[in-house]
């Protein structure tokens, strides 16, 4: 069942991620809810890992690599969205 959950976490997760990607790059004000809602689905990918990894203790390094995806996937969505409050270069007045 433990399974199951994870890996529908992470699918929805990663669904997540793209529509939260494309709404930033749209400047849609929604996309802040949306990328507060995929992070509530990185922490509910967290817990049922770690529930998977105390049943089988072998995919540590699975797990390791789990988290980095997670890692660089939240930093493409904070770069997407800091990107869109800088001016571009074009605009400046030097």
């Not at 004000?29 to 990894?53: D, E, N, Q, S, V």
Request: glycine content about 8%.
């Amino acid at each position: 069942m433990t399974t199951h959950m994870h890996i529908t976490a992470w699918v929805i997760g990663i669904i997540l991620f793209f529509v939260t990607y494309s709404m930033l790059k749209g400047g849609n004000p929604k996309a802040k809810m949306l990328h507060m809602i995929t992070r509530l689905f990185y922490l509910l990918i967290f817990l049922t890992g770690g529930m998977l990894i105390t049943d089988f203790g072998a995919y540590a390094v699975k797990m390791i690599v789990g988290i980095i995806v997670i890692a660089a996937m939240e930093m493409v969505l904070v770069r997407t969205k800091k990107e869109k409050a800088q001016v571009p270069c074009g605009y400046c007045s030097s």
